[in-house]
């Protein structure tokens, strides 16, 4: 179906916009009705890559955006005040009027607008006059994504939705447990970025479907299943699955080869000698050779017997990094090709050479802070390549407040649609249906992402050598992975091997592989050269640090990103040891945004009939996570993201123990405060936010009372009370797999995998009105399809025989040969 200009609702005269080509969603209209972290990154992302965003907010401003950190969220939206929300009851008539004028208005914006964000709750929106079905029925080709706390139905749909609520419902709290075992607040909000994540996926694959279809849909999905999101590798539990649950609750890091280590100038460095090539690399770079003759360390690193065992390689280690100051120390590793990176505030990275050469660091002029370094896009974009510059004119604020910009701006006229669409896929299975994605990548940076595209519809092949990837060592993360895809054991290296791969180049409309700077020249899958099989390939490369600058050719792993972003700083708090987080936020959060990079250079495709070249890294990746600390500006302070126990933010927003369980009390707006003052019959709490002087006693103070009656009494007096709280669950198999949300949503699958039984692990975490997803399967055994794909790719029985014969292909025979 062919998209044009006059098949576009008109927008109303007064909210037009003139955008140039400002990314590959220059065009695009966004109405933002969110009011909150996940939502506000959503629309950030989309107005980074092109689009207009109108952000209708609550007279005085949404009160759960006041925090600095929003003036980045913020940016590139155009605020428009609302008297939408409903009128107090003691509302005049002229309140009510207008606010029966703004909904009119917002119907408006909504049926000229190509997107709706809300996170409104369930029926949140029906509540303000405002419905998807409705609006739909006015703009069949809109596309509404939904954001709720856990869903729009079931049993804990009624919930109230904070971050730290949600957090210690599915149990992120004690996933990472301090040394006296109590829960540990997470500074980075993983259920949040999760979910943010998962709507960028949904929204964008809803384009690309929209685009064939000349329809729009629903998209849905919730912090619950972004606290999923967020933690799928790790989440995976099944007979025979090894996890790292077993391995301590050591700060810094349970395994010797992957923590942090404090050197002689009280410094901190992360080490990460993951697999066997950088244990040795190590052992020589330190001089510490009994690493690999002293026999208690023979399994090292892929197993390590006992607690004994790990404590005397971490002692060892310790000593030695302890005789050297941090620079002299990278400077060693580096030379010895060992991955390691130093533990950094967000803040101190501004001026680094890699995010220099990246171009990660973006200065806005002229807003009404004065001029702010901030984060830059995560992705570069080859041919439709982000531009903030427009954002940055004298008279173009970035912040979104009340009155900013101001009406001329809300004056101006936006750009057409850009371009054709594909010819129709005749079958939907998912909104990807009829994409093709061939995954070169390995370990977690790069195959979820593809994994997500897959349950979405497209078809995702994986390529990996005869011996299995290098995470094939780690099976929970394998599974966790690479799910829904179909897998041929190829060696790429292999001359027979070339003709295979041109082929499967030649049919694949995406690539991606994230091997190091340099590696993908020498096997010959860099872009010019897979340009030269497939003209307008979209291809993805996944890096470490960038492709720029001296540390481009690095090795990168989850951990040296979180250290060196600030991540493991910020999670211990201002003035104490950097803390290792369990989660793999870093790895998880690129590999998406690699999915969003793909479905970026999908839509521009879409509308223009170009491929181009995609890049994102561990870095960039980081500091986006990180870009409520990644600025400098006037006057700027970096915000404290836990108290000095770990439990939470202040005393109306943390951890407490009851007399049998912990709960956490989630008190933001100024009201859940002033319930929660009331209920304890401590006024002090009214006024109780993070920074405020006596909040720790405060907090002692409500601990002692909470301790007093068991949880589920507390829960039963706060929830009457009005005030957000949550019982803490103990572990995964409460939070998530025995937590009834998690069956009601169908977010939880079950796959077959040889060798294992009883596997479970995150299933469906984005819903889709018009073009539901599906799980095909879970992660491939080594070779699982070698035969279907090559048979596909035009290849003879015999001439598959003769492949395997010579060691090019490896063909699963029903027993999974991975190491």
């Excluded at 179906?1 to 990314?23: C, F, I, N, V, Y």
């Excluded at 936006?414 to 909104?431: D, H, Q, T, W």
């Amino acid at each position: 179906m062919k998209s044009s200009t006059d098949q576009r609702p008109k927008l109303p005269e007064a909210l037009a916009s003139p955008l140039a080509a400002h990314g590959p969603l220059t065009g695009l209209r966004v109405v933002d009705l969110t009011d909150d972290h996940p939502g506000a990154l959503v629309t950030m992302f989309l107005a980074d890559f092109g689009a207009d965003v109108i952000k209708l907010v609550r007279p005085g401003g949404n009160p759960l955006e006041q925090q600095q950190a929003f003036d980045i969220w913020n940016r590139g939206k155009r605020s428009h005040e609302t008297a939408l929300w409903p009128a107090p009851p003691d509302a005049t008539g002229a309140s009510i009027a207008a606010r029966d004028t703004d909904a009119n208005r917002a119907r408006e914006l909504i049926g000229a607008a190509d997107i709706v964000v809300e996170s409104l709750g369930p029926g949140g929106a029906a509540v303000i006059g405002l419905d998807y079905a409705a609006s739909a029925t006015a703009n069949e080709r809109l596309i509404w994504l939904s954001i709720t706390p856990y869903g729009p139905d079931g049993p804990l749909a009624g919930r109230p939705g904070y971050e730290g609520t949600v957090a210690a419902a599915t149990g992120i709290l004690t996933e990472q447990r301090s040394i006296d075992g109590a829960p540990m607040w997470n500074a980075l909000p993983l259920a949040g970025v999760g979910t943010a994540l998962l709507g960028i996926l949904g929204v964008l694959s809803a384009l690309h479907r929209r685009e064939v279809t000349g329809r729009g849909q629903m998209v849905s999905t919730s912090m619950f299943q972004g606290s999923l999101a967020a933690r799928s590798p790790m989440l995976v539990r099944g007979e025979g699955v090894q996890t790292w649950d077993s391995a301590g609750s050591d700060p810094q890091g349970a395994l010797p080869n992957y923590r942090l280590y404090e050197t002689a100038d009280g410094k901190w460095i992360h080490i990460g000698a993951l697999v066997p090539d950088f244990w040795n690399k190590l052992s020589i770079a330190a001089d510490l050779f009994e690493l690999v003759t002293d026999p208690r360390f023979e399994t090292a690193p892929l197993y390590w017997p006992d607690e004994e065992t790990r404590v005397a390689a971490k002692e060892i280690i310790g000593a030695r990094i302890k005789q050297k100051p941090r620079d002299e120390w990278l400077q060693i590793l580096r030379d010895g090709d060992v991955p390691a990176a130093p533990a950094m505030s967000a803040h101190e990275l501004m001026d680094h050479s890699q995010v220099v050469a990246n171009g990660l660091q973006v200065t806005a002029h002229g807003g009404i802070h004065g001029d702010m370094e901030q984060i830059a896009p995560p992705i570069r974009l080859s041919v439709s390549p982000w531009d903030l510059s427009w954002l940055m004119r004298s008279g173009k604020e970035l912040d979104a407040r009340p009155g900013n910009p101001g009406p001329e701006w809300l004056a101006e006229r936006p750009g057409p649609s850009l371009g054709v669409p594909p010819a129709p896929v005749p079958e939907f299975k998912g909104p990807l249906s009829g994409v093709r994605v061939l995954d070169l990548s390995s370990y977690l940076a790069g195959p979820i992402g593809p994994a997500y595209l897959a349950d979405f519809g497209a078809d995702v092949i994986k390529v990996e050598p005869p011996a299995g990837e290098g995470c094939r060592m780690l099976m929970m993360l394998y599974l966790g992975g690479n799910t829904g895809k179909r897998d041929i054991a190829l060696d790429i290296r292999a001359e027979e091997a070339k003709g295979v791969l041109e082929r499967l180049i030649s049919r694949s409309d995406i690539v991606l592989h994230n091997n190091r700077v340099g590696v993908a020249e020498r096997l010959g899958i860099d872009y010019e050269s897979m340009r030269r099989i497939n003209p307008d390939v979209i291809y993805l490369h996944i890096t470490g640090f960038g492709s720029e600058g001296p540390d481009a050719s690095r090795p990168g792993f989850d951990p040296l990103a979180q250290s060196l972003t600030g991540i493991s700083q910020a999670q211990a708090g201002p003035g104490k040891p950097p803390i290792f987080p369990k989660t793999p936020i870093c790895d998880i959060s690129t590999a998406m945004l690699g999915g969003a990079a793909m479905l970026l250079g999908l839509y521009h495709r879409d509308r223009t009939g170009r491929g181009q070249r995609l890049e994102t890294s561990l870095l960039a990746t980081g500091l986006w996570l990180k870009s409520d600390a990644f600025v400098r500006r006037e006057g700027w302070s970096p915000p404290v993201l836990t108290n000095s126990d770990n439990s939470g933010l202040c005393a109306t927003y943390r951890v407490y123990r009851a007399a049998d369980r912990y709960i956490f009390i989630g008190a933001r707006l100024a009201e859940e405060r002033g319930a929660i003052a009331d209920l304890l019959d401590m006024p002090e709490l009214a006024d109780a936010v993070e920074g405020v002087p006596g909040d720790e006693a405060l907090a002692m103070r409500v601990a002692g009372l909470i301790r007093e009656k068991p949880a589920a009494q507390w829960l039963s007096a706060l929830d009457a009370a009005g005030v957000p709280a949550e019982l803490v669950a103990e572990d995964i198999e409460e939070g998530v797999y025995g937590n009834p949300q998690a069956a009601h949503l169908k977010a939880l699958a079950f796959p077959d995998y040889p060798g294992f039984t009883n596997l479970r692990q995150p299933g469906l975490l984005v819903d889709f009105s018009e073009s539901p997803g599906e799980r095909r399967n879970g992660s491939p055994a080594l070779g699982e399809h070698t035969e279907d794909v090559l048979a596909q790719s035009g290849y003879s029985p015999d001439e598959i025989a003769t492949l395997e014969a010579r060691g090019v292909v490896t063909v699963f025979r029903g027993e999974d040969l991975s190491p």
